[in-house]
DNA sequence: GATCTAGGTCTACGTTGTAGACTACGCCGT
DNA sequence: ACGGCGTAGTCTACAACGTAGACCTAGATC
């Protein structure tokens, strides 16, 4: 039932997730879910707790540095692959064991990483909002295709008197010709940039 | 009727914002309502313009780091005012023109600071990300009074297996006895954090 | 064979956003 | 003064939502 419910809101996005369609998508009617399932907020947080499952640790002989570069690039990729994790999560709040189990985790490879409580909480904090703040959003770009005329004339009408951003825009859509307009890279230039921070801290 | 709307928000939370409900506040009928808008989206979207237009713009004067430093901090003021703006934000996207122009200023802020387009951009994003994750959900105060007993023992028993957890909720209600858990102090320390970091990409 | 239980169905309630028809009032040009 | 018109509001209705509660059904257990 959670794999059926992951790969129904994998197709059609979150707002298409309800007990009806996923109770159609299985077959059954919609009540026959409630023996299995309190309620639908019971359902998204045993989505919660698979999805996070799916974050694959890290090497455990890898230096703090690495362990939690390696935890946040795990956990983009599975926000990458389920595009309304992040939503789910913070209507959903972040009291279940699987997400409590990496923060401990997290907490400590901060410790044995010669970190103090405070400076470890600091970086918890840091992390977190690396992670689950919202980047791509911003002019996401609808597929490889390159956009028909009439959208492009849109695009730039709606872009006038934004010159910054129109030549940002150009600039972003020239790569992405290229290389598709690299998301990965973005996030890791924010990562290592909060990661270097981190550590001119803890050695001060 | 975008004030009220803001009011009610205020008062009950994104979740009691229905258009009924909006129009028995206003002494009227659900539907008149839509004389005025095209649909409940574009009120939220009306929403967000208004409240991004609260983000007092920061002196002019400033260098590049003050002014971005002021208007992330502005951004966050307006965001605990209206703790349900960033959920609205995040579904309705990011494509109003108040939003563009807080863009722009910034992109404006980083060129003219000396910054490259392209490390402008990942500025962008990465303070982006600082403003909009969510940092203070994770074990949010509930309000300054002791919590009850048997909340404390729910909630110490929810916490048995995950001592690094325990040890950090204990010194951080320590912390709450004196200063209420300070989130600000812990977004400026992320804030900064990035805004260091991007100086010294920027002296390289 | 009687009983219990896990799972499924059907109906119904209250709530949501909103389409569409209808109504009442103020301003317009003639 | 008067017919027409736009503007604002009401009422009804529809499809979809989560879910409570009653009912059914087949297999396991005593």
Request: glycine residues 10%; contains cysteine.
């Given at each position: 039932?959670?794999?059926?419910?992951?790969?129904?809101?994998?197709?059609?996005?979150?707002?298409v997730?309800?007990m009806r369609?996923?109770?159609?998508e299985l077959?059954v009617?919609?009540?026959?879910?409630?023996?299995?399932?309190?309620?639908?907020?019971?359902?998204?947080?045993?989505?919660?707790e698979t999805?996070?499952?799916?974050?694959?640790?890290?090497?455990?002989?890898?230096?703090?540095?690495?362990?939690l570069?390696g935890?946040?690039?795990?956990?983009r990729?599975?926000m990458?692959?389920h595009?309304?994790?992040?939503?789910?999560?913070?209507?959903?709040?972040?009291?279940?064991?699987?997400?409590?189990?990496?923060?401990?985790?997290?907490?400590?490879t901060?410790?044995?990483?010669?970190f103090?409580?405070?400076?470890?909480?600091?970086?918890?904090?840091v992390?977190?909002?690396?992670?689950?703040?919202?980047?791509?959003?911003?002019?996401?770009?609808?597929?490889?295709?390159?956009?028909?005329?009439?959208?492009?004339?849109?695009?730039?009408?709606?872009?006038?008197?934004?010159?910054?951003?129109?030549?940002?825009?150009?600039?972003?859509s020239?790569?992405?010709?290229?290389g598709r307009?690299?998301?990965?890279?973005?996030?890791?230039?924010?990562?290592d940039?909060?990661?270097?921070g981190l550590?001119?801290?803890?050695?001060?």
């Amino acid at each position: 039932m959670l794999r059926a419910t992951v790969e129904l809101a994998d197709r059609g996005g979150i707002e298409v997730l309800s007990m009806r369609r996923l109770g159609q998508e299985l077959g059954v009617d919609a009540m026959a879910l409630y023996r299995h399932v309190r309620s639908k907020d019971d359902l998204l947080d045993g989505l919660i707790e698979t999805l996070v499952a799916e974050i694959l640790p890290s090497h455990a002989d890898a230096d703090w540095k690495a362990a939690l570069r390696g935890q946040a690039m795990a956990a983009r990729q599975v926000m990458l692959r389920h595009p309304w994790m992040r939503r789910v999560l913070e209507e959903r709040g972040t009291t279940g064991p699987a997400i409590l189990g990496r923060i401990e985790l997290a907490l400590a490879t901060l410790g044995d990483g010669g970190f103090s409580l405070d400076l470890a909480h600091h970086a918890l904090h840091v992390l977190g909002s690396r992670i689950f703040g919202f980047n791509q959003d911003l002019f996401e770009d609808s597929g490889p295709e390159d956009p028909s005329p009439e959208v492009a004339a849109a695009a730039a009408r709606a872009l006038a008197g934004y010159p910054r951003i129109t030549e940002l825009a150009q600039a972003a859509s020239h790569e992405g010709v290229l290389g598709r307009c690299d998301d990965d890279v973005e996030f890791a230039f924010g990562l290592d940039l909060v990661l270097d921070g981190l550590e001119r801290f803890r050695t001060r």
